[in-house]
Structure formats: C-alpha cells, structure tokens
C-alpha cells in the first residue's frame, strides 16, 4: 500500500506484476477516517465484516477488488482496476 | 473476541498512545493488573482475530493499526510526535485516529522522491498523489507485513 507521483511511477513500480488498483489521495484520506477513526476510542469494538464492507462501499469502493468477501470478489476473476 | 480481550485490545491502544510506542507485555500487565504471560496469550487470541499484529519469533507487538511499532518508510507527526505507520493507508489513519491534523513524511515507492503531505480537516494538501494497493481486500491478512 503505497503513494506515487503518478500513473507512470505505478505503471514503473509495477514491472510485470499485475496491476492491483489505484485511488487518488484524496479518496485514501476519506477512507483512512472512515477506517480509523475509531481504533483508539476507549469503548472500541471490533467491527464485523459487513460493517467493514460498508465502509468501503460508502466511499463508493465497490469494485471486485475491495471485496472482503470470497464469494463477492474472487480474486482469480480481479482485473486491474482504478476505483472512484 | 470476548469483552475480556476487547479491554485488553483497547488498553494495550491506549499505552501505545500513551507511551507513544508499543507498550510490553510488562508494561501492559502492570496497567491491567495480570501476569506478563497472561498478557502474552491475550495479544495471541488478538493476533488471531487481527486485532493487533505480532512480531514473529518475539513476545512484541509488530503493528497496532494504523500505528506501527518498528520504523518504516511513513512516518508522521501529529499530536506533538512522531511516529510510524505501517503504509500510506495507516500514515493517513493515525491523524484519523488521534482526531487531529497531521503531517505525513514518505516518498514515491519509484523514484523515491520525498513527500511531505499535510493533512488539515482531513483533507491532505497535495491532491496529486496516487495510492495503489497490489493485494485485493480479500487477501489483505494473508500476509498484512506484505500488504
């Protein structure tokens, strides 16, 4: 999970490995608040699956790829991918 | 996870916060009342559930999300302190999870050229950086060090 200056810095990083997907800043700055911003609250409590596929489905994280679930997103049926 | 680890989970996040690094297993056995040992069984039931991640081979903690205990390439400061994230997700959870702006000093995982990204209402100051995930969320605690 890392940050790059640009499509072609991805595209250099990546060789030959496939491609997993790519979001802007911005977007992982919603997410990281979404996902974290609870982690330190003194009456935390885990979150189920679901709770956290929600999370990413609000932020409009829908694709295949962001799925926690094996039979939603099977990953030998992942395309590389740019989410919203 | 029973409501006996769920304390234990969020005391150990408290001391990390505290401390501002990971705490031991003594450390949290003086905070809890408990033996370090009991401690230790408690962070391994918590490892299972990917509560927290422990360092092989050691009776230490490796990450607490999104904080992390051992340097890494993403370091942040936010709260008066620095500290460590274990990637560019977590970088931008620790301001998310203390509640406050940050600012984050990392590099382009290519070129290696420096950022320093400030992160004000939640909102990071350079639009222009792009996050790429390699692993798909389905296989995220496969291996989370590699993730």
Known sequence: ?84 | MNEGDVELRNLTYRLFVELGRAPTVDDTAVAISSTPDDVWAGWERLHSGHALVLQAGTREIRMANPFSAVPTAYRVFADNRWWFANCAWDAFGIGAALHTDSRIEASCADCGEPMRIEVRNEEPDDDSLLFHCLVPAIRWWDDIVFT
Not at chain 1, 32 to 49: F, K, L, S, V, Y
């Open chain 1, 1 to 84: 999970m890392n940050l790059f200056r640009s499509e072609e810095h991805i595209t250099n990083w990546l060789g030959t490995r496939n491609a997993g997907t790519t979001i802007p800043v911005t977007k992982l700055g919603e997410l990281a608040h979404a996902w974290w911003g609870d982690r330190i609250d003194p009456n935390w409590q885990p979150r189920t699956r679901a709770q956290n596929q929600a999370i990413l489905n609000d932020l409009g994280l829908t694709d295949p790829f962001w799925s926690l679930s094996e039979a939603v997103g099977s990953p030998t049926k992942l395309r590389p991918s740019r989410s919203p």
